[in-house]
């Protein structure tokens, strides 16, 4: 994939700076690249000790397809005792309509005024045949009406970003809900489908998991309403 990228007649140009240099944009995990740099120099897997993202560098060597160092990863876990992962599928899809919501703003004392506003409501379905990530799927998302009973490949996500202009009150009334993703301690809001698809798009990765299709743009992955990833 490299050699592809920089054979000669590929129309593949460096980002200009104003000094007159110039350099190339993959976007790729760069911690990761230091590891498939090292291989590509040295011809062998030169890991630090108690490495762990094993499973994300075996994604990159997929995505430059790098034969030799995804053998030298099936080596290193099969003598760390770490089963090789199974082959299994992961498809994300996501949609939002947007709603009307009328409502009575305060305005002094004795004058309310009717207002709407619009609010965006997202359905996410995630089904994946990997139980493992699965789990970190619904561990990555927080949302108060997650059904934590549901069972199988399946997952579901409804949420509504709160308007700036909808009193907290009314939101709350309409039982709409947002929904938070990241690490406890460092939650942040999804706002919409970019940053839902990206939050996807990094557990997959983690997982080992390559992105196979994009609906309906190829070219604009995060706000496309349909991704699918394998793992072999």
Known sequence: MLGAMFRAGTPM???LNPQGGGHYFIDRDGKAFRHILNFLRLGRLDLPRGYGETALLRAEADFYQIRPLLDALRELEAS???PAPTAALLHADVDSSPRLV???????PHHYELSSVQVDTFRANLFCTDPECLGAMRARFGV???DRAERG???HLEWAPCPAELPEVEY???GL???WTGEPGERREVVGTPGFLEEVLRVALEHG????????????LLNSRSLRFVRH
């Open 172 to 174: 709350r009334r309409l």
């Open 209 to 220: 998991f390559r992105l196979d299709s994009v609906f309906p743009d190829p070219e604009d």
């Open 144 to 146: 108060a009406n997650e």
């Open 153 to 155: 490949p399946h997952f």
């Open 80 to 82: 760390r005792g770490t």
């Open 102 to 108: 009328h409502f009575s703003a305060r305005r002094g």
């Open 177 to 179: 809900q947002p929904l």
């Open 13 to 15: 140009t460096p980002n």
